[in-house]
């Protein structure tokens, strides 16, 4: 946990059984938590940003799935956004996943679940 740096790596999924693996794309530098997924038709599995207490989809060509998490990396909200919005921040958020809409269900990432990054 912790700092990161911008590059790639592994989110897992911690639920009843295996952790679920997801590729990530980590977005730690102003730089790149500012892009985000603007301009892009898709993701191959997540974006972190981190840090992040909340984010907008204004410029975006797809609906996304944001989870915020806490600094133990517990899901504290998922939503799914349409783009043009604005999102409301977190309190307690230290960093946000990004996805295509529906994708965090299917790998578990509900309110109170914990992730863990493995940066590559």
Same mark, same amino acid.
Do not use: C, N, Q
């Given at each position: ?29 102003? %730089?790149?938590?500012?892009? +985000?997924? *603007? /301009? ?8 972190? =940003?981190?840090? #992040? ?25 998922? %939503?799914?956004?349409?783009? +043009?919005? *604005? /999102? ?8 946000? =996943?990004?996805? #295509? ?20």
């Amino acid at each position: 946990m912790g700092r990161w740096r911008d590059g790639r790596g592994l989110l897992l999924v911690h639920g009843d059984g295996e952790p679920v693996g997801v590729p990530l794309e980590i977005a730690a530098s102003y %730089r790149a938590r500012t892009k +985000g997924l *603007l /301009g892009r038709d898709s993701i191959d599995g997540a974006m972190l =940003l981190s840090p #992040a207490g909340s984010v907008h989809t204004f410029r975006m060509r797809m609906p996304i799935d944001v989870a915020y998490l806490d600094r133990r990396l517990t899901v504290i909200a998922v %939503r799914t956004m349409p783009p +043009g919005r *604005l /999102g409301l921040p977190r309190l307690r958020s230290r960093h946000v =996943l990004e996805a #295509a809409a529906g994708a965090m269900a299917g790998w578990g990432v509900v309110k109170g679940a914990r992730v863990g990054v493995e940066v590559r």
